[in-house]
């Protein structure tokens, strides 16, 4: 954490990285906290690459009016590999002074934070973040912004395929979005009663899996439901699915849910938290702290140093995957 002296009489909001349900709802939050301090608010499209380009504009509180419902950024997001270059990130500074910006909101993830902690330390620009990223993958804060409607999203989907796992009497491996963090699995998974959940963090074998449905069906089960994240790459089911069928001679169907988990309206758990984590970062900045992201531990706002966000690991709940294959017998 750091702390500046600074009369704040404009603050710039940005959305970064992978989209999450409930970024919406949090830029709402912002511009309408800053609004009723008297601070304006103005809007930076398309993350570091619109900070780059000065597609900066105004926001007033009606701007942000019916937005708290939807999914996706109203400010668009995106990714930018200029912006990992300093010579860059000058340029991005030198037009948030020319927009007469004091300082800087940012929600997003691990890398949005690296470029805001990079931001502050280069430029001096203070800044603060709220995680807004679906994979729960931060450490300090308890549920980042669009997790749980993520999770929700892929239950329902894996509910679904439940059913006609059932019908068929076939095991199915869904793919959940996870590429390095399991939090998404590992939640699916105890929640839908899965027989395995595959995650980065932890170390379950395609022979334990293979032993697991083999020891169901003796015991009369018919169907079952295997859940992966998706590993460095989509597609980690297919090669789970190969595994299967070579060792056992089982022909496991594939369900890839990808991107579907990224959108859709938020669930009021998102919707709440992205209006507290909003609210609280423009008021950490009008006390003169940066270089911060706003969490929630235990259902308090907290407030942890980027680098510690970003830099400690957060793992997935063993004890969830745990508890699905005690669960799964």
């Known amino acids: 954490m750091a702390t500046f002296q600074k009369n704040i009489k404009r603050i710039g909001v940005f959305t970064s990285g992978g989209d999450a349900p409930g970024m919406n709802a949090c830029v709402r939050a912002i511009v309408r906290t800053a609004r009723a301090r008297n601070i304006e608010v103005w809007g930076i499209e398309k993350g570091y690459a619109g900070m780059i380009e000065n597609h900066i504009r105004p926001l007033?509180?009606?701007d942000?009016?019916?937005?708290?419902q939807r999914?996706?950024?109203i400010l668009k997001t995106g990714r930018s590999a200029e912006f990992m270059k300093a010579e860059f990130r000058k340029i991005a500074a030198e037009n948030l002074v020319a927009n007469q910006i004091d300082a800087l909101v940012c929600v997003g993830g691990d890398g949005s934070f690296h470029g805001a902690m990079a931001l502050w330390r280069?430029?001096?620009?203070?800044i603060s973040g709220t995680p807004g990223t679906?994979?729960?993958d931060l450490f300090g804060t308890d549920l980042t912004i669009g997790f749980d409607t993520a999770v929700?999203?892929?239950?329902?989907?894996?509910?679904r395929i439940r059913d006609t796992a059932n019908s068929h009497d076939r095991l199915f491996i869904v793919e959940v979005m996870g590429r390095n963090s399991g939090h998404i699995a590992s939640y699916v998974g105890l929640s839908c009663g899965a027989e395995e959940v595959f995650t980065p963090e932890i170390n379950?074998?395609?022979d334990k899996a293979v032993e697991k449905i083999l020891s169901a069906e003796k015991k009369g089960k018919k169907s079952s439901i295997i859940i992966t994240a998706e590993g460095q790459k989509p597609g980690r089911?297919?090669?789970l699915a190969e595994a299967i069928r070579k060792k056992t001679g089982l022909d496991a169907k594939v369900c890839i849910l990808g991107h579907v988990q990224r959108g859709g309206s938020p669930t009021a758990t998102d919707r709440i938290i992205a209006a507290r984590m909003g609210s609280a970062a423009v008021d950490a900045l009008l006390a003169g702290r940066c270089d911060i992201m706003i969490g929630i531990e235990k259902n308090e706002i907290v407030e942890v140093p980027f680098e510690m966000a970003i830099q400690r690991d957060k793992k997935s709940s063993l004890n969830y995957v745990k508890l699905s294959n005690l669960l799964a017998i």
């Open 64 to 68: 942000v009016a019916n937005i708290i």
């Open 134 to 136: 679906i994979d729960n």
């Open 60 to 62: 007033e509180a009606r």
């Open 122 to 126: 280069e430029q001096q620009i203070p």
């Open 152 to 159: 929700n999203t892929a239950l329902e989907a894996t509910d």
């Open 237 to 239: 089911a297919y090669d």
């Open 204 to 206: 379950t074998t395609v």
């Open 71 to 73: 999914g996706g950024t």
